[in-house]
Protein backbone atom coordinates (compact mmCIF):
# COMPACT_ATOMS: atom_id res chain seq x y z
CA UNK A 1 0.00 0.00 0.00
CA UNK A 2 0.88 3.40 -0.29
CA UNK A 3 0.62 6.36 1.64
CA UNK A 4 0.12 8.93 -1.56
CA UNK A 5 -2.43 6.62 -3.34
CA UNK A 6 -4.02 6.71 -0.19
CA UNK A 7 -3.99 10.72 0.43
CA UNK A 8 -5.25 10.94 -3.50
CA UNK A 9 -7.91 8.48 -2.81
CA UNK A 10 -9.14 10.79 0.04
CA UNK A 11 -8.51 14.26 -1.66
CA UNK A 12 -10.35 12.75 -4.83
CA UNK A 13 -13.42 12.74 -2.32
CA UNK A 14 -13.53 8.57 -2.08
CA UNK A 15 -14.22 6.48 1.06
CA UNK A 16 -11.40 4.80 2.18
CA UNK A 17 -11.31 1.18 3.71
CA UNK A 18 -10.24 0.27 7.17
CA UNK A 19 -6.97 -1.17 6.04
CA UNK A 20 -5.89 2.01 4.58
CA UNK A 21 -6.87 3.87 7.55
CA UNK A 22 -4.83 1.25 9.59
CA UNK A 23 -1.95 1.37 7.45
CA UNK A 24 -1.46 5.03 7.69
CA UNK A 25 -1.83 5.17 11.06
CA UNK A 26 0.22 2.90 11.47
CA UNK A 27 2.72 4.90 9.78
CA UNK A 28 1.94 7.68 11.58
CA UNK A 29 3.07 5.56 14.79
CA UNK A 30 6.43 4.26 13.67
CA UNK A 31 7.38 7.40 11.31
CA UNK A 32 7.25 5.74 7.82
CA UNK A 33 4.58 8.42 6.73
CA UNK A 34 6.49 11.48 6.15
CA UNK A 35 5.63 14.59 7.88
CA UNK A 36 4.64 16.00 4.18
CA UNK A 37 2.25 13.17 3.23
CA UNK A 38 0.47 13.41 7.17
CA UNK A 39 -0.23 17.34 6.46
CA UNK A 40 -1.57 16.13 2.65
CA UNK A 41 -3.77 13.79 4.57
CA UNK A 42 -5.21 16.16 6.91
CA UNK A 43 -5.65 18.54 4.49
CA UNK A 44 -7.12 16.22 2.29
CA UNK A 45 -9.51 15.19 5.40
CA UNK A 46 -10.17 19.09 5.92
CA UNK A 47 -11.66 19.27 2.90
CA UNK A 48 -13.48 16.23 1.87
CA UNK A 49 -14.29 15.01 5.34
CA UNK A 50 -15.46 11.41 5.98
CA UNK A 51 -17.82 9.08 6.58
CA UNK A 52 -18.94 8.35 10.51
CA UNK A 53 -17.79 4.91 9.61
CA UNK A 54 -13.98 6.38 8.25
CA UNK A 55 -14.21 8.41 11.82
CA UNK A 56 -14.91 5.67 13.74
CA UNK A 57 -12.34 3.46 12.20
CA UNK A 58 -9.28 6.67 12.84
CA UNK A 59 -10.79 6.62 16.27
CA UNK A 60 -10.05 2.79 17.15
CA UNK A 61 -6.85 2.40 14.92
CA UNK A 62 -5.06 5.63 16.63
CA UNK A 63 -6.53 4.03 20.18
CA UNK A 64 -4.57 1.16 19.44
CA UNK A 65 -1.42 2.60 18.66
CA UNK A 66 -0.17 2.53 21.96
CA UNK A 67 -1.21 2.00 25.55
CA UNK A 68 -4.69 1.20 26.90
CA UNK A 69 -5.46 1.65 30.71
CA UNK A 70 -7.34 -1.08 32.77
CA UNK A 71 -9.42 -0.01 35.92
CA UNK A 72 -9.66 -2.76 39.20
CA UNK A 73 -12.02 -0.38 40.88
CA UNK A 74 -15.80 -0.91 42.27
CA UNK A 75 -17.60 1.61 40.79
CA UNK A 76 -17.88 3.08 36.71
CA UNK A 77 -14.85 4.85 35.15
CA UNK A 78 -16.00 8.20 33.87
CA UNK A 79 -14.76 11.12 32.18
CA UNK A 80 -15.96 14.87 30.70
CA UNK A 81 -14.31 16.75 28.11
CA UNK A 82 -14.60 20.17 27.05
CA UNK A 83 -13.78 21.84 23.65
CA UNK A 84 -12.64 24.43 25.97
CA UNK A 85 -13.61 28.23 26.74
CA UNK A 86 -12.82 30.85 29.26
CA UNK A 87 -13.27 30.75 32.66
CA UNK A 88 -14.03 26.96 31.83
CA UNK A 89 -13.38 25.66 35.73
CA UNK A 90 -16.02 22.66 35.11
CA UNK A 91 -13.23 20.20 35.28
CA UNK A 92 -11.60 21.30 38.93
CA UNK A 93 -14.97 20.43 40.63
CA UNK A 94 -16.84 18.12 38.42
CA UNK A 95 -14.16 15.47 39.32
CA UNK A 96 -14.68 15.45 43.16
CA UNK A 97 -18.37 15.79 42.88
CA UNK A 98 -18.50 12.27 40.40
CA UNK A 99 -16.17 10.63 43.29
CA UNK A 100 -18.29 11.56 45.84
CA UNK A 101 -21.05 10.47 44.31
CA UNK A 102 -19.62 6.94 43.85
CA UNK A 103 -17.64 7.46 40.43
CA UNK A 104 -14.14 7.34 39.27
CA UNK A 105 -12.56 9.50 37.09
CA UNK A 106 -9.11 9.27 35.36
CA UNK A 107 -9.20 12.81 34.26
CA UNK A 108 -6.79 13.21 30.98
CA UNK A 109 -6.46 17.13 30.60
CA UNK A 110 -4.49 19.98 28.70
CA UNK A 111 -2.41 22.61 28.98
CA UNK A 112 -4.13 26.19 27.60
CA UNK A 113 -3.06 27.75 24.05
CA UNK A 114 -4.51 30.64 22.62
CA UNK A 115 -7.44 32.33 24.42
CA UNK A 116 -8.71 29.11 25.98
CA UNK A 117 -7.16 27.79 29.49
CA UNK A 118 -5.86 25.00 30.21
CA UNK A 119 -6.91 22.71 33.12
CA UNK A 120 -3.39 21.25 33.79
CA UNK A 121 -2.14 25.16 34.24
CA UNK A 122 -4.41 25.91 36.51
CA UNK A 123 -3.97 22.79 38.61
CA UNK A 124 -0.06 23.74 38.78
CA UNK A 125 -1.35 27.16 40.71
CA UNK A 126 -0.50 24.72 43.23
CA UNK A 127 2.54 24.57 45.00
CA UNK A 128 3.97 20.59 44.16
CA UNK A 129 0.79 19.26 42.09
CA UNK A 130 2.36 16.98 39.89
CA UNK A 131 0.13 16.93 36.46
CA UNK A 132 2.63 14.10 34.84
CA UNK A 133 2.69 11.16 37.29
CA UNK A 134 3.83 7.70 36.36
CA UNK A 135 1.00 5.14 35.95
CA UNK A 136 1.32 3.99 39.11
CA UNK A 137 0.83 7.18 41.16
CA UNK A 138 -2.04 8.04 38.36
CA UNK A 139 -3.67 4.69 39.22
CA UNK A 140 -3.05 4.94 43.34
CA UNK A 141 -4.78 8.43 42.84
CA UNK A 142 -7.58 7.45 41.10
CA UNK A 143 -8.08 4.49 43.38
CA UNK A 144 -7.68 6.13 46.73
CA UNK A 145 -9.46 10.09 45.55
CA UNK A 146 -11.82 8.91 43.14
CA UNK A 147 -10.76 11.31 40.46
CA UNK A 148 -6.89 12.32 39.11
CA UNK A 149 -7.20 15.04 36.75
CA UNK A 150 -3.18 14.96 35.06
CA UNK A 151 -1.33 15.43 31.69
CA UNK A 152 -1.49 13.10 28.63
CA UNK A 153 1.42 10.62 30.12
CA UNK A 154 3.06 7.35 28.74
CA UNK A 155 1.92 6.11 25.62
CA UNK A 156 -1.74 7.15 25.25
CA UNK A 157 -2.69 7.50 21.43
CA UNK A 158 0.67 8.48 20.23
CA UNK A 159 -0.48 8.70 16.35
CA UNK A 160 -2.87 10.82 17.48
CA UNK A 161 0.04 12.71 19.81
CA UNK A 162 2.24 12.83 16.11
CA UNK A 163 -1.11 13.47 14.03
CA UNK A 164 -2.57 16.59 16.06
CA UNK A 165 1.27 18.61 16.32
CA UNK A 166 1.39 18.33 12.57
CA UNK A 167 -2.48 19.75 12.02
CA UNK A 168 -2.01 22.05 14.17
CA UNK A 169 0.94 23.81 12.13
CA UNK A 170 -0.75 23.21 9.29
CA UNK A 171 -4.28 25.07 9.32
CA UNK A 172 -6.44 21.82 9.80
CA UNK A 173 -7.11 21.66 13.17
CA UNK A 174 -10.86 22.55 12.38
CA UNK A 175 -11.91 19.14 10.75
CA UNK A 176 -15.03 17.38 12.47
CA UNK A 177 -14.02 13.76 11.59
CA UNK A 178 -10.19 14.46 13.25
CA UNK A 179 -11.64 16.62 15.97
CA UNK A 180 -13.80 13.55 16.87
CA UNK A 181 -10.91 11.04 16.47
CA UNK A 182 -8.44 12.67 18.39
CA UNK A 183 -10.19 13.42 21.28
CA UNK A 184 -12.15 9.85 21.29
CA UNK A 185 -8.92 8.08 20.69
CA UNK A 186 -7.36 9.26 23.91
CA UNK A 187 -10.65 9.11 26.40
CA UNK A 188 -10.91 5.17 24.83
CA UNK A 189 -7.42 4.29 25.88
CA UNK A 190 -7.70 5.78 29.07
CA UNK A 191 -10.39 2.84 29.62
CA UNK A 192 -13.65 4.75 30.05
CA UNK A 193 -17.05 3.01 30.90
CA UNK A 194 -18.55 6.19 29.69
CA UNK A 195 -18.12 9.74 28.53
CA UNK A 196 -19.99 12.95 28.44
CA UNK A 197 -19.13 15.93 26.38
CA UNK A 198 -19.26 19.84 27.04
CA UNK A 199 -19.48 21.47 23.38
CA UNK A 200 -19.48 25.22 23.96
CA UNK A 201 -20.65 27.60 21.65
CA UNK A 202 -20.42 31.25 20.98
CA UNK A 203 -17.67 33.74 21.08
CA UNK A 204 -15.04 32.41 23.51
CA UNK A 205 -15.74 29.02 21.52
CA UNK A 206 -13.31 26.84 19.94
CA UNK A 207 -16.55 26.14 17.13
CA UNK A 208 -18.81 29.38 17.53
CA UNK A 209 -21.54 28.56 15.62
CA UNK A 210 -24.51 26.53 17.11
CA UNK A 211 -24.75 24.52 13.96
CA UNK A 212 -20.53 23.31 13.98
CA UNK A 213 -21.19 22.76 17.77
CA UNK A 214 -24.22 20.61 17.08
CA UNK A 215 -22.11 18.90 14.01
CA UNK A 216 -19.41 18.26 16.27
CA UNK A 217 -21.27 16.89 19.39
CA UNK A 218 -23.29 14.35 16.90
CA UNK A 219 -19.98 13.15 15.13
CA UNK A 220 -18.72 12.55 18.76
CA UNK A 221 -21.40 10.58 20.04
CA UNK A 222 -21.84 8.44 16.75
CA UNK A 223 -18.50 7.78 16.68
CA UNK A 224 -18.09 6.87 20.56
CA UNK A 225 -21.19 4.42 20.25
CA UNK A 226 -19.74 3.36 16.93
CA UNK A 227 -16.97 2.46 19.38
CA UNK A 228 -18.49 0.84 22.25
CA UNK A 229 -18.47 3.77 24.38
CA UNK A 230 -21.30 4.99 25.96
CA UNK A 231 -21.45 9.18 25.03
CA UNK A 232 -23.84 11.77 25.27
CA UNK A 233 -22.92 15.77 24.71
CA UNK A 234 -24.29 18.58 26.23
CA UNK A 235 -24.21 22.15 24.36
CA UNK A 236 -23.52 24.59 26.52
CA UNK A 237 -23.19 29.20 25.99
CA UNK A 238 -19.24 30.47 25.96
CA UNK A 239 -20.97 33.67 25.56
CA UNK A 240 -19.39 34.85 28.14
CA UNK A 241 -16.90 33.73 30.62
CA UNK A 242 -18.69 30.47 32.44
CA UNK A 243 -17.23 31.50 35.59
CA UNK A 244 -16.66 35.26 36.61
CA UNK A 245 -13.36 34.83 36.47
CA UNK A 246 -10.33 34.13 34.20
CA UNK A 247 -6.90 32.86 34.78
CA UNK A 248 -5.46 29.40 36.51
CA UNK A 249 -4.82 30.49 40.72
CA UNK A 250 -7.99 33.07 40.13
CA UNK A 251 -10.27 29.79 38.61
CA UNK A 252 -8.62 27.19 41.21
CA UNK A 253 -9.69 29.91 43.69
CA UNK A 254 -13.37 29.87 42.79
CA UNK A 255 -13.34 25.97 42.41
CA UNK A 256 -12.91 25.87 45.58
CA UNK A 257 -14.77 28.28 46.83
CA UNK A 258 -17.57 26.28 45.19
CA UNK A 259 -16.75 23.13 46.19
CA UNK A 260 -16.97 24.86 49.96
CA UNK A 261 -19.49 26.70 49.66
CA UNK A 262 -18.22 29.63 49.89
CA UNK A 263 -19.77 30.98 46.17
CA UNK A 264 -22.01 29.49 43.67
CA UNK A 265 -22.66 31.83 40.29
CA UNK A 266 -25.33 30.79 38.57
CA UNK A 267 -24.27 29.85 34.99
CA UNK A 268 -20.94 27.62 36.93
CA UNK A 269 -23.62 25.99 38.61
CA UNK A 270 -25.96 25.30 35.93
CA UNK A 271 -23.29 24.08 33.65
CA UNK A 272 -21.80 21.40 36.04
CA UNK A 273 -24.58 20.18 37.48
CA UNK A 274 -26.30 19.34 33.94
CA UNK A 275 -22.81 17.62 32.89
CA UNK A 276 -22.27 15.47 36.56
CA UNK A 277 -25.89 14.48 36.06
CA UNK A 278 -25.59 13.27 32.84
CA UNK A 279 -22.63 11.32 33.97
CA UNK A 280 -24.31 9.74 36.75
CA UNK A 281 -27.40 8.39 35.27
CA UNK A 282 -24.87 7.42 32.00
CA UNK A 283 -22.56 5.47 34.42
CA UNK A 284 -25.62 3.86 36.48
CA UNK A 285 -25.17 5.76 39.54
CA UNK A 286 -28.52 7.50 39.50
CA UNK A 287 -31.59 6.63 37.71
CA UNK A 288 -32.93 9.76 36.24
CA UNK A 289 -31.54 13.49 36.12
CA UNK A 290 -33.58 14.30 38.88
CA UNK A 291 -31.95 11.86 41.46
CA UNK A 292 -28.77 12.37 40.15
CA UNK A 293 -28.68 16.27 40.94
CA UNK A 294 -29.79 15.49 44.68
CA UNK A 295 -26.77 12.75 45.00
CA UNK A 296 -24.73 15.83 43.59
CA UNK A 297 -26.09 18.80 45.73
CA UNK A 298 -25.04 16.44 49.03
CA UNK A 299 -22.25 15.59 47.91
CA UNK A 300 -21.26 19.19 47.91
CA UNK A 301 -23.30 20.84 51.34
CA UNK A 302 -21.73 17.80 52.97
CA UNK A 303 -18.07 18.58 52.15
CA UNK A 304 -17.74 15.00 50.58
CA UNK A 305 -16.48 16.34 47.23
CA UNK A 306 -14.26 19.10 48.67
CA UNK A 307 -12.35 16.27 50.81
CA UNK A 308 -12.41 14.45 47.00
CA UNK A 309 -9.98 17.56 45.72
CA UNK A 310 -7.96 18.05 48.54
CA UNK A 311 -7.51 14.20 48.68
CA UNK A 312 -6.67 14.39 44.89
CA UNK A 313 -4.34 17.42 45.53
CA UNK A 314 -2.38 15.82 48.66
CA UNK A 315 -2.21 12.44 46.29
CA UNK A 316 -0.45 14.19 43.63
CA UNK A 317 1.70 16.08 45.65
CA UNK A 318 0.14 19.21 46.73
CA UNK A 319 -0.20 20.36 50.49
CA UNK A 320 -2.31 17.78 52.49
CA UNK A 321 -4.22 20.92 53.78
CA UNK A 322 -5.08 22.96 50.74
CA UNK A 323 -8.98 22.96 50.69
CA UNK A 324 -8.67 24.28 54.21
CA UNK A 325 -5.49 26.86 53.16
CA UNK A 326 -5.97 27.09 49.84
CA UNK A 327 -5.17 31.03 50.26
CA UNK A 328 -1.77 30.48 51.49
CA UNK A 329 -1.26 28.44 48.73
CA UNK A 330 -2.52 29.80 45.94
CA UNK A 331 -0.05 32.53 43.84
CA UNK A 332 -1.49 36.33 44.07
CA UNK A 333 -0.31 39.20 42.64
CA UNK A 334 -0.18 42.82 44.14
CA UNK A 335 -0.92 44.58 41.27
CA UNK A 336 -4.89 44.94 41.37
CA UNK A 337 -6.69 47.47 39.57
CA UNK A 338 -10.00 47.62 38.65
CA UNK A 339 -11.10 47.89 34.62
CA UNK A 340 -13.94 50.51 34.76
CA UNK A 341 -16.72 51.08 32.42
CA UNK A 342 -16.37 54.18 30.01
CA UNK A 343 -20.40 54.52 30.05
CA UNK A 344 -23.64 53.29 31.65
CA UNK A 345 -26.06 50.62 30.77
CA UNK A 346 -26.53 47.50 30.60
CA UNK A 347 -24.23 45.03 29.56
CA UNK A 348 -25.45 43.13 26.52
CA UNK A 349 -22.43 41.11 25.87
CA UNK A 350 -19.10 40.11 25.90
CA UNK A 351 -16.86 39.67 23.47
CA UNK A 352 -15.43 36.36 25.67
CA UNK A 353 -12.05 35.31 23.21
CA UNK A 354 -11.24 38.90 23.85
CA UNK A 355 -11.04 38.39 27.32
CA UNK A 356 -8.92 35.38 27.15
CA UNK A 357 -6.64 36.85 25.26
CA UNK A 358 -6.55 39.73 27.54
CA UNK A 359 -5.29 36.93 30.61
CA UNK A 360 -3.07 35.54 27.44
CA UNK A 361 -1.60 39.38 27.29
CA UNK A 362 -0.74 39.48 31.24
CA UNK A 363 1.44 36.41 30.73
CA UNK A 364 -1.26 33.91 31.58
CA UNK A 365 -1.43 32.43 28.73
CA UNK A 366 0.52 31.04 26.05
CA UNK A 367 0.67 31.85 21.92
CA UNK A 368 3.17 28.59 21.29
CA UNK A 369 3.41 25.43 23.29
CA UNK A 370 6.88 25.61 25.12
CA UNK A 371 5.73 28.88 26.73
CA UNK A 372 6.29 29.51 30.82
CA UNK A 373 3.22 31.32 32.57
CA UNK A 374 2.40 33.35 35.25
CA UNK A 375 -0.24 31.39 36.89
CA UNK A 376 -1.20 34.84 39.60
CA UNK A 377 -2.52 37.05 36.35
CA UNK A 378 -5.88 36.87 35.54
CA UNK A 379 -9.18 38.82 35.81
CA UNK A 380 -11.82 38.45 38.68
CA UNK A 381 -15.33 39.97 39.17
CA UNK A 382 -16.21 39.46 35.66
CA UNK A 383 -19.97 41.58 35.37
CA UNK A 384 -22.19 39.31 34.20
CA UNK A 385 -24.44 40.17 31.03
CA UNK A 386 -27.86 41.30 31.78
CA UNK A 387 -26.09 43.65 34.84
CA UNK A 388 -26.62 47.42 35.06
CA UNK A 389 -23.70 49.46 35.55
CA UNK A 390 -22.60 52.84 36.23
CA UNK A 391 -19.89 54.37 33.91
CA UNK A 392 -17.02 54.36 36.73
CA UNK A 393 -18.17 51.31 37.43
CA UNK A 394 -15.79 48.02 37.21
CA UNK A 395 -15.95 45.79 34.62
CA UNK A 396 -13.41 43.16 36.04
CA UNK A 397 -10.31 42.89 38.35
CA UNK A 398 -7.04 42.98 36.50
CA UNK A 399 -4.41 40.88 38.79
CA UNK A 400 -1.35 41.81 37.12
CA UNK A 401 -0.58 43.47 33.95
CA UNK A 402 -3.20 46.44 32.85
CA UNK A 403 -5.61 45.60 30.38
CA UNK A 404 -8.20 48.03 30.75
CA UNK A 405 -8.42 48.81 26.88
CA UNK A 406 -8.80 44.90 25.88
CA UNK A 407 -11.40 44.79 28.51
CA UNK A 408 -13.15 47.89 27.73
CA UNK A 409 -13.11 46.91 24.24
CA UNK A 410 -14.52 43.42 24.65
CA UNK A 411 -17.84 44.58 26.41
CA UNK A 412 -20.99 45.94 24.82
CA UNK A 413 -23.34 48.22 26.63
CA UNK A 414 -27.27 49.67 25.92
CA UNK A 415 -29.95 51.64 27.28
CA UNK A 416 -32.05 48.24 27.30
CA UNK A 417 -31.22 44.83 28.73
CA UNK A 418 -30.52 41.80 27.19
CA UNK A 419 -33.10 38.68 26.84
CA UNK A 420 -31.99 36.19 28.90
CA UNK A 421 -30.15 33.60 26.95
CA UNK A 422 -29.83 30.04 27.62
CA UNK A 423 -26.71 28.30 29.22
CA UNK A 424 -27.96 24.79 28.06
CA UNK A 425 -28.77 24.51 24.11
CA UNK A 426 -28.65 21.34 23.57
CA UNK A 427 -28.39 17.46 24.82
CA UNK A 428 -27.38 14.73 22.09
CA UNK A 429 -27.69 10.89 22.90
CA UNK A 430 -27.38 8.20 21.30
CA UNK A 431 -30.20 7.21 18.94
CA UNK A 432 -32.19 10.28 19.62
Known amino acids: MLPQEIIRRKRDGLSLADEEIRFFVQGLTD ?74 VPMISGRGLGHTGGTLDKLESIPGYNALPDNDLFRKTVREAGVAIIGQTGNLAPADGRFYAIRDVTATVESIPLITASILSKKLAAGLDALVMDVKTGSGAFMPTHDQSVALAESIVSVAGKAGLPTSAIVTCMDEPLAPCAGN ?76 Q ?107
Open 31 to 104: GSITEGQVSAFGMAVYFQSMTPEESACLTKAMTESGDTLSWDVDGPVLDKHSTGGVGDLVSLVLGPLIAACGGY
Open 249 to 324: AVEVREAVQYLVGQKCDERLDTVVMALCAEMLVLGGLADDEATAKTQLRHALESGQAAERFGRMVAALGGPSDFIE
Open 326 to 432: YEKYLPITSEQKAALATESGYVTAWDTRQLGLAVVSQGGGRTNVGQSIDHSVGLTDIVRVGQYIEAGDPLAIMHGKDVKEMVVSAVTVAASPPEKSAIIYQHIRSGK
